[in-house]
């Protein structure tokens, strides 16, 4: 194992790419044993980190585009766009080969020229809601605005999932209780399809998910003692998602009580004032 690593290393060394495979080493280390039960080529995976940065300007065009047509929509808190991490992409290419090989066969191998076709999350567009019940309308929105070719709902087990199986989305329980929507969209802002990967989640879902992918991405396996913590805290922001929803539920009934008695006493006020006008002619 050493000597394989060292002999990589001193190839990488020798490439005047700019992918820096001790640098990805060091980031993701499991990826090595991937690389080479797979045969993965390390030219090749620089000759897709190359192709990706002369890209990747425009694909934050694309992501910004979309992001603007998005926050038109008075129910969408925040819009962010990002563009995947380089180091990201040959991290999930490298990971993605495996379940490739068993859909197209032994021979195949990510390359500069299909992994645009292969990784649909180059471009990640994601829209934060403050209330629950919000997303059914930004759901409209996005399915009558672009062409949605995939969609997912990440729950937690136990959540209510029959809105979801309603509109045909797949349903993905997920242990760890990371909860949102994905959408992939496609468009063509040229003559070649590019596809983006939408996510929605309410702001309580976000600040979770933030924490979650954190602690993932900064230990091998989380202890147990943080985990079900963790999992604790995920239960305390469901219940967060549920209190705000009934708060506004309430805030709108009491504002239309409030309009509702204004009329009453603005009309009793006026039938006042004509008998008054009607008592003093």
């Not at 066969?105 to 994601?126: H, P, V």
């Amino acid at each position: 194992m050493h000597l394989i690593l060292h002999s990589i290393k001193a190839r990488n060394m020798l490439m005047t790419s700019t992918f820096n495979l001790d640098t990805f080493l060091a980031k993701y280390p499991y990826t090595l044993q991937l690389i080479q039960e797979n045969n993965i080529d390390i030219d090749t995976l620089s000759s897709i980190y190359e192709d990706y940065l002369l890209h990747i300007d425009t694909y934050q065009n694309h992501g910004d585009f979309i992001a603007n047509i998005l926050r038109s929509q008075k129910c969408i808190h925040t819009v962010k766009s990002r563009m995947k991490d380089p180091d990201g992409l040959i991290e999930k290419v490298i990971r993605k080969t495996v379940d490739r090989k068993q859909k197209y066969g032994d021979d195949f191998q990510f390359t500069a020229a299909n992994y645009k076709d292969e990784i649909n999350d180059l471009i990640g567009i994601r829209v934060i809601h403050i209330f629950k019940e919000q997303w059914q309308g930004i759901h409209e929105y996005i399915t009558n605005t672009w062409k949605v070719i995939e969609m997912t709902a990440n729950v937690r087990e136990g959540d209510n999932i029959e809105v979801f199986k309603e509109l045909n989305i797949e349903v993905r329980s997920r242990a760890s209780g990371y909860r949102s929507v994905h959408y992939l969209v496609e468009f063509y802002p040229t003559n070649r399809r590019v596809i983006a990967e939408i996510q929605v989640r309410t702001i309580f879902e976000e600040g979770y998910g933030e924490i979650d992918h954190q602690l993932r991405y900064s230990h091998n396996e989380i202890p147990e003692l943080i985990k079900s913590n963790l999992l604790l805290f995920n239960r305390i922001i469901g219940s967060a998602d549920e209190m705000a929803s009934l708060i506004h539920t309430l805030g709108k009934e009491w504002n239309q009580k409030e309009v509702s008695y204004k009329k009453i006493i603005e009309e009793q006020e006026a039938e006042i004032a004509r008998l008054k006008a009607e008592q003093n002619s």
